[in-house]
Every structure is written in C-alpha cells, then in structure tokens.
C-alpha cells in the first residue's frame, strides 16, 4: 500500500465514529481542590497531542463518583473548548482515572483509532473549528460543533498506517520533552543545593571532602550565619534584583492594531514546566498596535510569569514579543542573569501565590514581589551558575525549536496523505530526513 485509494474513503463526522460525545464539568471552586486525589484536567493541561501535568489539580475521589458525565479513561479524545479552541489530544494509558472541565470529550467506536482523530482534529480541521467558535469575550467551541466536524475517514488498516508515519515524528517530540525535563531539572537541582539548601557550606562545617572544582568551591563561605544562610550572603526582597516589566492590550475594535507579525503572549501561550521557552504566540500584533498600547518589546530571555487569573505560570521568551496587563516581564538587576531570576521565582513561587489579591482573580501586584524576601550570593557566585547552566538553556532552545519544525511536517504531512498528493514512501522519506 503505498498510495492510498482516498477516492474510497468515507466522509464522515465526528458523530457517525463515536460511541459518545461529551462535554467537561464546569470546573470547581477554588476550595473543592485537594492536595492528592483524582487529576481534574482543565483547557491548560490540553496540548496538541499531549496531557501536560503541570498545574494540575485535584478532586476528592467522593466529588469525581458526582461527575461521571465527565469521567475520563484511556484512549478518550478531548478537544479544548476555550483559551485555544480545538486543541487536542487523548488521554493516554498511564492515567487511568480523571476527569475534566472545559473540554469535548470523545469516545471513538471501533471504526477509528483515538490517536487519528487527535490527528484530524489538530492537523486539518481547523477551519471547521474556527468558524464554530462564539462567544465574542470568551471564544469557545461547543460540543454540537464538535459533532458535526467533517473529515475522510480512511480504513483502519489504512489509519495505522499514517500513524506508524507520523508516529515517529511525535516520538523525536517526545524525546525532545524528556530529554528537556532531564535538563530543567539539572539545572533546578544545581540552584536548590548552591542556593537553598546552602550544600557546599554545610559540606565544609561538617569537614566533608569538596565536590565542586576548586575554585569554585572556595566561593563558598565556611560557615552559616545567625540567620541560618552562608556568611556573608543578604536577605534581600526579591525586587531588589529584579527589573520589572509590564504589557498592555491594543483596542480590540481597531483591526489594524491585530494580526501582525509581533509575538503577544499571554497566559494560553505558556509552554511546559520542561520547555520553558515561549517560541511562538496565538495572536500577534502590528507596530500600530505596540504604538498606542501599554503593551512594549521584551528583549530575548526575559523571564514571563502570569500574574491574574492563572497565577504563576513562568516562561523565558525565545527572542523579542510583548504581552498583555496579566503577565509581568523579570529582568535580573544588579548583574543577576535570566537563569538565576528564573530558578529564583520558582523558588519563590508558592510564596507568591499565598501573598495574591483580588476579590474575583487572585493577582500578584508589583508590591507582592518586595513582600518576598529571597537570598542573593555573591554576584561572582550567581554568575558562575549563571554560565554553568546556559548550556542547559541552550539545549532546551534548540530540541524546542527541533520539535516545532517536526510538528509543522507532521501537521504538513496529514492532509498530504489524505488527499493522495503523496505517497507512503516519500512520507517516510520526509520524516526520515528530518528525524
């Protein structure tokens, strides 16, 4: 089979292949979350083609016995409703029990694989979704549309065949992710034994052999002050280091301001904990719109955390963008580097949480970062970790960059192998060449 017969495929709607279409659970409040029980994934754990766990939250097993309407198990389809409509993926093996808010849920009858639905509906529907999106403040896609999706659906013979093609190319993406995983964490546990757990200094007070290079190692202090830190280190409010920027959103009702070519992030364009860099946004503004904005450019590096609504989430920009009023942009001052900030909000992170205001969305202010207090090292010592971890960075940035453009064949190569315009073997050459 190496050209498929598409003449003999069947048209087809997301109806006519499901045993049931579903919607999520309006999510809980705030106080329904618990520490451990059952995952509740919301829009934000939703990522073309995979379940991020980052930020998510937890319901009691009682609470997700009430919710079956939105019970999830392996091999479901969830598409994401709002935030970035018609975003998909399916709920993998490994998470065997879960449920959701904010998503369709799709359980496929036996004619089509789960996995190459999440293909249709993240490759070659788009134009179907986006002309099903309403809402004029909160855009989202609901399950009717949903159900009437349009699509060729070849054999199941013929469907794991494009999966075992395109599969390849999520396998390089998924190395990619882990091997970023591995790299974030070297690069956090690094700073939390230099920086919090105060390793080194503890190491010479208790007359253990050295485990850095030599020079470094004498850039440690011998001994913990008063305050239980490294002699000779400050405790500083952490906007004492720190530079810090804000953005700003072009009107809406002028269209000349929207559809540019300047990246605008905002809390939806966040990437995973492991990738850390933003590379590219869902909306874009014009040099107009930057103009008669708040809104201005961060440079490359610059440290993103959301700050209203979905608080917390941390991104380092992959070269210059802007974003909007719900973010701040951390510049280190004072000679502390991007890394070192960056390994230092997440250090601070919870506090920040717990110090948020708002009667409707919990919000960090600018005030909230003096109301953290953190410790700063010595500048030389900052800067050594600084440059011992870019490289890490440095990787990340690339296998990212990697995985976009194996993203963008595998979304290129789906409709090509649909409509026949090529054949099995040059897919296979494709990915070959570019795995």
Same mark, same amino acid.
């Given at each position: 089979m190496d050209r498929f017969t598409v003449i003999t495929w069947e048209k087809v709607t997301i109806a006519d292949v499901a045993d049931e279409v579903t919607v999520g659970h309006v999510g809980p409040m705030a106080s329904e979350y618990v520490d451990k029980g059952i995952p509740f994934l919301r829009s934000l754990n939703i990522e073309p083609f995979n379940?991020?766990?980052?930020?998510?939250?937890?319901?009691?097993? /009682?609470?997700?016995?009430?919710?079956q309407k939105s019970?999830?198990?392996?091999?479901?389809?969830?598409?994401v409703r709002t935030g970035k409509p018609g975003t998909c993926a399916v709920i993998p093996d490994w998470l065997l029990e879960a449920n959701c808010s904010d998503v369709v849920i799709v359980r496929c009858s036996e004619r089509i694989r789960p996995r190459f639905l999440c293909y249709v509906v993240n490759s070659v529907a788009g134009h179907h979704i986006?002309?099903?999106?309403?809402?004029?403040?909160?855009?989202?896609?609901n399950v009717?549309?949903?159900?009437?999706?349009?699509?060729?659906?070849? /054999?199941?013979?013929?469907?794991?065949?494009?999966?075992?093609?395109?599969?390849?190319?999520?396998?390089k993406i998924d190395l990619n992710r882990r091997t970023n995983e591995t790299l974030e964490a070297m690069a956090r546990a690094l700073f939390r034994d230099w920086f919090v757990d105060f390793g080194p200094t503890r190491a010479k007070m208790a007359?253990?052999?050295?485990?850095?290079?030599?020079?470094?190692?004498e850039l440690f202090p011998d001994r913990l002050d008063d305050e239980g830190k490294p002699e000779g280190w400050e405790t500083s409010a952490f906007d004492q280091c720190i530079t810090i920027l804000t953005g700003g959103t072009p009107k809406t009702s002028v269209p000349s301001y929207w559809n540019g070519n300047i990246p605008w992030f905002s809390v939806v364009d966040a990437p995973a904990e492991s990738d850390v860099y933003v590379l590219d946004t869902t909306k874009k503004i014009t040099q107009d719109g930057l103009n008669n904005s708040a809104a201005s450019i961060l440079p490359e590096n610059t440290v993103i955390i959301s700050a209203r609504g979905t608080v917390g989430k941390l991104a380092l920009t992959s070269g210059d963008m802007t974003m909007n009023q719900s973010c701040y942009g951390i510049r280190g001052s004072h000679g502390y580097g991007q890394y070192f900030i960056?390994?230092?909000?997440?250090?601070?992170?919870?506090?920040?949480?717990?110090?948020?205001?708002?009667?409707?969305?919990?919000?960090?202010?600018?005030?909230?970062? /003096?109301?953290? /207090?953190?410790?700063?090292?010595s500048l030389r010592l900052a800067q050594h970790y600084e440059n011992m971890i870019s490289k890490y960075?440095?990787?990340?940035?690339?296998?990212?960059?990697?995985?976009?453009?194996?993203?963008?064949?595998?979304?290129?190569?789906?409709p090509k192998l649909m409509s026949g315009e090529i054949s099995i073997r040059d897919a296979e050459k494709m990915v070959e060449d570019a795995a």
């Amino acid at each position: 089979m190496d050209r498929f017969t598409v003449i003999t495929w069947e048209k087809v709607t997301i109806a006519d292949v499901a045993d049931e279409v579903t919607v999520g659970h309006v999510g809980p409040m705030a106080s329904e979350y618990v520490d451990k029980g059952i995952p509740f994934l919301r829009s934000l754990n939703i990522e073309p083609f995979n379940i991020r766990c980052d930020g998510v939250k937890f319901i009691a097993p /009682s609470f997700h016995k009430r919710l079956q309407k939105s019970s999830l198990r392996p091999g479901d389809v969830v598409i994401v409703r709002t935030g970035k409509p018609g975003t998909c993926a399916v709920i993998p093996d490994w998470l065997l029990e879960a449920n959701c808010s904010d998503v369709v849920i799709v359980r496929c009858s036996e004619r089509i694989r789960p996995r190459f639905l999440c293909y249709v509906v993240n490759s070659v529907a788009g134009h179907h979704i986006s002309s099903h999106i309403v809402g004029a403040v909160q855009q989202h896609f609901n399950v009717g549309s949903a159900r009437t999706l349009e699509f060729l659906l070849p /054999s199941i013979e013929e469907q794991d065949a494009i999966l075992a093609i395109l599969g390849s190319l999520d396998d390089k993406i998924d190395l990619n992710r882990r091997t970023n995983e591995t790299l974030e964490a070297m690069a956090r546990a690094l700073f939390r034994d230099w920086f919090v757990d105060f390793g080194p200094t503890r190491a010479k007070m208790a007359g253990e052999a050295p485990y850095l290079a030599p020079e470094l190692w004498e850039l440690f202090p011998d001994r913990l002050d008063d305050e239980g830190k490294p002699e000779g280190w400050e405790t500083s409010a952490f906007d004492q280091c720190i530079t810090i920027l804000t953005g700003g959103t072009p009107k809406t009702s002028v269209p000349s301001y929207w559809n540019g070519n300047i990246p605008w992030f905002s809390v939806v364009d966040a990437p995973a904990e492991s990738d850390v860099y933003v590379l590219d946004t869902t909306k874009k503004i014009t040099q107009d719109g930057l103009n008669n904005s708040a809104a201005s450019i961060l440079p490359e590096n610059t440290v993103i955390i959301s700050a209203r609504g979905t608080v917390g989430k941390l991104a380092l920009t992959s070269g210059d963008m802007t974003m909007n009023q719900s973010c701040y942009g951390i510049r280190g001052s004072h000679g502390y580097g991007q890394y070192f900030i960056l390994q230092s909000l997440k250090n601070i992170l919870t506090e920040l949480k717990n110090n948020t205001h708002g009667s409707v969305f919990d919000t960090i202010t600018r005030q909230t970062f /003096s109301t953290i /207090s953190t410790t700063l090292p010595s500048l030389r010592l900052a800067q050594h970790y600084e440059n011992m971890i870019s490289k890490y960075f440095e990787r990340i940035l690339v296998n990212c960059q990697e995985s976009r453009t194996l993203a963008q064949l595998r979304d290129l190569l789906l409709p090509k192998l649909m409509s026949g315009e090529i054949s099995i073997r040059d897919a296979e050459k494709m990915v070959e060449d570019a795995a």
